[in-house]
């Protein structure tokens, strides 16, 4: 026998045994490769493995350096018909392709991607051709010639491992679905083990929601035996509308009625199997009490909802808000978070009691100031208001206007330095007694007495601004004294020499009188000519030609002080116009001019004083207050004209106020224009705070600007500036024509 026979024959009879000896396809794999290097001697040997869709799933080769690693590598996952051997291959009809002379045969391209002299190659493949398992080549760096027994050896070697290749697929096919089955098994042991110790209800039902097994959790969780809730449909026993509300891969919240107590219960679900894939289709649910996560949710929301109502209460009163609004707005945030029927807050003085605050989810309305009779409060309302403790209760009284139809109530004391200002209450029928409503209604108390003292505040601030106002009042009528004691004086002085001037005159005129009438009874007896000389003389002695000219003058002299005199007093009159409690209409162009003639001493020793003033609607507002703004302006734009005048500046100035209407006559603004050195820039941002000034010590308090802006602000208007540096400064008063709409918390 030839050596290449003997070679050949014995390599497929290791090779057969070895495949037999073990179904793994690994090793078959690695055994069929071994025998092709035997059966050929040749070179290198490489197999290939593919898939149902002929993409390379093995390869094995007999190098084993770096670039056949690589090589391996790269063939993976690729198609075999990428493969240039297996094109050459796949091209014939046999499976099997031995080339003696690969550049001749298959051409230099291919002969130069393949690096080979000759080759050999057999398809693997089941032997109906059905499917594709692969393919086995060898290569030869030298020219080498097949003989016939080694082409019958590739050709047995081919079919032997194409039956090895099917064996052990088929093998590996047959033990997968072994390993499914037990697979399967375990996982329902492992289902049955978990639903059986877990505390959570697990349910498995048929595609429809039909419930065929329920673990014994759902005695506990639902309050029902697992026997009782086989048949029945899942989402009916969860408490949903239907089995669609059961969303795969997300949870469902729903309540299920309970005579004791509310039950929440938590519900997953998801669909196990394929109904395409000929699979059986069921839904695997768990369900899980959370009663208590519920609860404690409900309680968050209704603690922050408490939360964005006190903050919205605070904010008003923050921004000023009158204590009416206030304790409307309390009553209504109370009564809108615990669904009440009436929410109050009463003031309490004394024996009497009367609504603060109101808010009536009927619409009712109990108007701020309105007096509740004891009758009106009942018995245990105001039994609790005298004792100033906290009460629930019914009214004992019908038609009460606090009252509810349930005639319950609650009610909590509003305390103030330790004394009791107040009741916070509210008429919630049977929910009254409900714990997270009493919560709430004690945060609102805390929150009522903080309104409370800030309200208190409030008031002292206003009071002690009043004090200041006035006492700043004063401070300028202090200041301008003695310049308004020097206005009247000049008027004052040439009245006074005009009345004595008339009274020497009336003197003269009395005694020429009195001679004309001693002359009428003495005429009877004198000559004509006597009496005339007579008269003459009289009227020489009583100069009676300077007494007719002058006296018409002296008149209109004292008329004119007297004017004078009496235009001040008007101005100072205007100026200290009594605040009233209440906004009234006012010629502000009229108190302007007012104004400067009671400011004119203090002014026109530095600056000329224009006005341009448009022609005003009367403008509500308290104008003794905006008296005092005006002239705090014009007082501090001499101020600083003066400052300039004595740094080297101009030595006058002008001072110019303006009135105009804006914002569709909605809005009067007055301002104050000065020519003096203008505002620093370090000291812009501070100008409107309290005691703040730049004047020398003694001539400034700080609070002219301050009050000055508060007032605007309590008018419900602003007080703004423009100003440069060596031209001088601009102030403009802005208020609304129509006033605020509400009485202002500035006491006199």
Same mark, same amino acid.
């Given at each position: 026998m030839p050596e290449s026979s003997r070679r050949a024959t014995l390599s497929l009879g290791d090779v057969a045994a070895e495949i037999y000896a073990s179904l793994d396809p690994a090793t078959t794999i690695a055994a069929i490769t071994r025998a092709a290097i035997g059966a050929l001697g040749a070179d290198r040997a490489t197999t290939y493995v593919t898939d149902e869709h002929g993409c390379i799933t093995e390869v094995h080769t007999t190098e084993t350096d770096e670039r056949a690693r690589a090589f391996i590598e790269r063939s993976i996952g690729r198609p075999m018909e990428e493969m240039p051997v297996w094109r050459a291959l796949g091209a014939q009809r046999d499976p099997v392709l031995l080339v003696e002379d690969v550049r001749a045969a298959l051409g230099d391209e291919f002969a130069d991607r393949i690096g080979v002299t000759s080759f050999g190659g057999v398809r693997l493949e089941?032997?109906?051709?059905?499917? &594709?398992?692969?393919?086995?080549?060898?290569?030869?760096?030298?020219?080498?010639?097949?003989?016939?027994?080694?082409?019958?050896?590739?050709?047995?070697?081919?079919?032997?491992?194409?039956?090895? *290749?099917?064996?052990?697929?088929? &093998?590996?096919?047959?033990?997968?679905? *072994?390993?499914?089955?037990?697979?399967?098994?375990?996982?329902?042991?492992?289902?049955r083990l978990m639903a059986e110790n877990s505390s959570d209800v697990i349910t498995r039902c048929d595609a429809d929601g039909v419930i065929e097994y329920v673990s014994p959790a759902a005695l506990t969780v639902l309050h029902r035996s697992p026997a009782d809730l086989v048949g029945r449909r899942l989402h009916d026993v969860v408490g949903l509308d239907r089995v669609a509300d059961l969303t795969v891969g997300q949870s469902v919240i729903s309540r299920l009625p309970r005579e004791d107590a509310e039950l929440w219960v938590e519900t997953s679900a998801r669909r196990v199997?394929?109904?395409?894939?000929?699979?059986?289709?069921?839904?695997?649910?768990?369900?899980?009490?959370?009663?208590?996560?519920?609860?404690?949710?409900?309680? *968050?929301?209704?603690?922050?909802?408490?939360?964005?109502?006190?903050?919205?209460?605070?904010?008003?009163?923050?921004?000023?808000a009158p204590p009416e609004e206030a304790w409307t707005l309390l009553s209504q945030e109370l009564g809108t978070l615990v669904d009440s029927t009436n929410a109050w807050v009463l003031r309490v003085e004394g024996e009497r009691v009367a609504v603060a605050g109101f808010w009536s989810a009927g619409?009712?309305?109990?108007?701020?100031?309105?007096?509740?009779?004891?009758?009106?409060?009942?018995?245990? *309302?105001?039994?609790?208001?005298?004792?100033?403790?906290?009460?629930?209760?019914?009214?004992?009284?019908?038609?009460?206007p606090l009252c509810g139809p349930s005639g319950c109530f609650s009610a909590m004391p509003i305390v103030a330095d330790g004394a009791v200002w107040g009741v916070l209450g509210m008429t919630d029928g049977m929910r009254v007694t409900n714990v997270r409503n009493r919560a709430h209604l004690r945060a609102f108390q805390e929150v009522a007495c903080a309104i409370l003292t800030t309200l208190l505040a409030r008031s002292q601030r206003d009071e002690m601004e009043g004090v200041l106002r006035h006492a700043q009042k004063l401070e300028a009528v202090g200041q301008l004294a003695a310049g308004i004691a020097h206005e009247i004086n000049t008027p004052i002085q040439f009245v006074g020499d005009s009345v004595e001037f008339l009274r020497d005159a009336f003197d003269d005129m009395r005694g020429l009188l009195e001679r004309y009438r001693a002359l009428a009874e003495t005429a009877a007896a004198g000559t004509e000519q006597e009496l005339a000389g007579r008269l003459e003389e009289a009227d020489d002695e009583a100069d009676l030609e300077y007494l007719l000219e002058q006296v018409p003058k002296a008149i209109e002299r004292t008329l004119d002080g007297a004017g004078r005199v009496a235009e001040i007093v008007r101005a100072m009159k205007e100026f200290a116009h009594p605040r009233r409690d209440s906004q009234a209409p006012a010629d502000l162009n009229r108190a302007?001019?007012?104004?400067?003639?009671?400011?004119?001493?203090?002014?026109?020793?530095?600056?000329d004083v224009a006005f341009e003033l448009a022609d005003l609607p009367p403008v509500v507002c308290h104008l003794g207050d905006v008296n005092q703004v005006?002239?705090?302006?014009?007082?501090?734009?001499?101020?600083?004209?003066?400052?300039?005048?004595?740094?080297?500046?101009?030595?006058?100035?002008?001072i110019t106020v303006t009135t105009r209407l804006s914002g569709d006559a909605q809005w009067v603004t007055i301002s104050v224009a000065d020519t003096g050195g203008g505002i620093p820039d370090d000291v812009r941002e501070r100008i409107f705070e309290p005691f703040f000034t730049t004047k020398e010590v003694g001539k400034g308090t700080g609070q002219g600007l301050a009050i000055a802006a508060r007032v605007c602000e309590a008018h419900g208007g602003s007080l703004s500036f423009d100003t440069e540096l060596g031209e001088g400064t601009t102030f403009h008063l802005r208020l609304p024509v129509d006033g605020t709409g509400e009485p202002l918390e500035l006491p006199a």
């Open positions: 089941r032997a109906d051709g059905a499917e &594709f398992l692969g393919g086995i080549f060898c290569s030869f760096r030298e020219r080498h010639a097949f003989s016939e027994p080694e082409r019958g050896a590739v050709r047995t070697l081919g079919a032997l491992a194409s039956l090895a *290749l099917a064996n052990a697929r088929l &093998f590996q096919h047959t033990d997968d679905g *072994l390993q499914e089955a037990r697979k399967a098994a375990e996982a329902q042991r492992a289902f199997g394929d109904a395409i894939s000929g699979d059986r289709v069921e839904i695997h649910a768990s369900t899980r009490d959370v009663t208590l996560r519920q609860r404690a949710r409900e309680e *968050l929301a209704s603690v922050a909802a408490e939360q964005a109502g006190l903050r919205r209460v605070a904010g008003r009163v923050a921004d000023g619409g009712a309305v109990l108007e701020p100031g309105r007096e509740v009779t004891p009758a009106e409060l009942g018995v245990a *309302l105001g039994a609790a208001i005298a004792g100033g403790v906290p009460a629930d209760g019914r009214f004992d009284v019908d038609g009460s302007i001019q007012s104004t400067a003639t009671v400011a004119r001493n203090e002014l026109k020793y530095v600056a005006v002239l705090n302006l014009m007082v501090n734009a001499a101020h600083a004209i003066a400052d300039r005048t004595a740094g080297g500046g101009p030595e006058r100035g002008t």
